[in-house]
């Protein structure tokens, strides 16, 4: 099997979708707050407040990560639960639970790989602009300072921002999440200049104040493309439509990516959005050597995937899928060529180690009458796309770990409890958890290193 000796076996949640008890023990409010309470914004009016009511039950959860067989788990940092107002003063209780959390880990031989953000930003702050003050990378960064003094003798890899893509998008364009903007494309351009400075200043923070040697990386999504044939022109075709801006929004790897990575903002890009009549974010003096952090590992999240063929004149070209072409249960495509060909792009573009951050499928799993939780199409996708990432690594690009999203049945964003993306089954009116049959499979290919794919 194409899988390294050391390659991570891992799974990922977020502190929003799974803690729960979200202002208890002197907990701030996030921007969901205000927003699940918004009428008509989340499904069936549901909320982050109980969700798998992982802020008390977690040392069971760890029990159960370690029923799998995982050997990293990715969780996130909640900032409100942290520094309730988003600066100043700290909430000891919100770092004892992560202290419990991650030395619950590391008795079960699990490691933690720690989030600082993924999307629950605090409330006191965003009455101050939220991403678009330009304070909130100082904001930003004395959160990360907290977290790491506290955690960093034990937690040693760290991600900084969860798919700055989506927030932007569906939370400044779209109002589809938190905080529920409807903002102009060069306000979001200002939002994604400040997250990708607070990504910076993490960096350095996380680089400058660790106390055990760190690696260090984020947690990125953006647009997959995979070719429609392996004929050199339809792979240039994919690779370009993966990696080139053509629309006036910010769905895509480069706008955030370049800077990060190589300390430009991509050419295209910026031809893009000033055709669209946007200025451009001021780029403050110091602004790109605090964003160009170097990084050691490139985390992305890949559900799905464009198929691409190249034009007449070698331009990327989408070709359609069929009729009835699987789908989950969010009508999103499996394609699982994209885990071969998004990470290969990626490492080719940016030469870092690969990890991906989360992959999973989302299902409409019940327990059966037999008391097992029966996920068949979870199971056959998660073989399909590891197929494809283990042709990736044997195709020579270097990735060093999967976490599977998620560990548990969550709550996901706006669509509430109604999609299931768990290995583990939560009946929300209980919280009692089953382990899914995907569960049972999965530690056999962790425990085999992935030699139980093929079979
Ligand atoms: O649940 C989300 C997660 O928070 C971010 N990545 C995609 C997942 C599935 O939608």
Redesign the pocket.
């Known amino acids: 099997m194409p899988f390294p000796e050391r390659f991570l076996w891992g799974g990922a949640t977020?502190s929003y979708?799974i803690e729960g008890n979200v202002e208890t023990d002197g907990a701030g409010p996030s921007i969901f707050e205000p927003f699940c309470r918004r009428p008509g914004a989340v499904f069936g009016g549901h909320s982050g407040s109980v969700a798998c009511d992982h802020y008390r039950r977690f040392a069971g959860d760890v029990g159960l990560m370690g029923q799998i067989g995982l050997r990293a788990y990715r969780f996130s940092v909640s900032w409100p639960r942290v520094i309730p107002g988003g600066v100043g003063r700290v909430n000891e209780s919100g770092l004892a639970f992560y202290d419990r959390l991650v030395d619950a880990l590391l008795g079960a031989g699990i490691q933690p790989w720690l989030t600082l953000y993924?999307?629950d930003f605090p409330q006191a702050l965003q009455t101050q602009g939220g991403w678009l003050n330009r304070d909130s990378a100082d904001w930003f960064a004395e959160y990360a300072g907290v977290v790491v003094d506290r955690l960093s003798d034990r937690v040693q890899h760290w991600m900084t921002i969860?798919?700055p893509q989506?927030y932007i998008k569906f939370g400044h364009a779209d109002a589809k999440i938190a905080p529920g903007l409807r903002l102009s494309l060069e306000e979001q351009l200002l939002a994604c200049h400040n997250t990708l400075r607070a990504h910076g200043r993490a960096v350095q923070v996380i680089r400058a104040r660790a106390k055990r040697s760190p690696t260090v990386g984020w947690a990125v999504?953006g647009r997959t493309d995979f070719p429609a044939s392996e004929s050199e022109a339809d792979v240039e075709a994919a690779r370009r439509g993966m990696m080139e801006i053509r629309e006036p929004d910010l769905w895509n790897n480069t706008w955030y990516a370049d800077p990060v990575i190589q300390g430009t903002y991509p050419e295209d890009g910026l031809r893009v959005y000033r055709a669209a009549g946007a200025s451009l974010p001021t780029v403050g003096a110091g602004d790109m050597e605090v964003i160009s952090q170097r990084l050691d590992f490139y985390g992305v999240?890949i559900?799905d995937g464009r198929c691409i063929r190249s034009g007449a004149d070698g331009s990327p070209e989408v070709v359609p899928f069929p009729s009835g072409h699987p789908q989950n249960a969010?009508r999103w495509f499996v394609t699982p060529p994209a885990l071969r060909w998004g990470p290969r792009f990626l490492h080719e573009r940016y030469q870092l180690p690969i990890y991906i951050t989360?992959n999973?499928f989302?299902g409409l799993d019940w327990v059966a009458t037999d008391g097992g939780v029966h996920d068949p199409q979870r199971i056959d996708y998660t073989r399909r796309y590891l197929l494809e990432l283990g042709r990736a690594i044997t195709d020579g690009a270097d990735v060093r770990g999967y976490f599977h999203?998620?560990l548990l049945d969550?709550f996901?964003?706006a669509e509430g409890y109604s999609?299931r993306?768990g290995l583990i089954h939560v009946d929300f009116a209980t919280q009692k958890r089953t382990l899914k049959d995907s569960a049972h499979w999965y530690r056999g290919v962790i425990e085999s290193n992935g030699r139980t794919l093929s079979s």
């Open positions: 977020s979708q993924h999307w969860n798919e989506v999504v999240n559900y969010f989360e999973g989302a999203w998620s969550n996901e964003w999609q993306f």
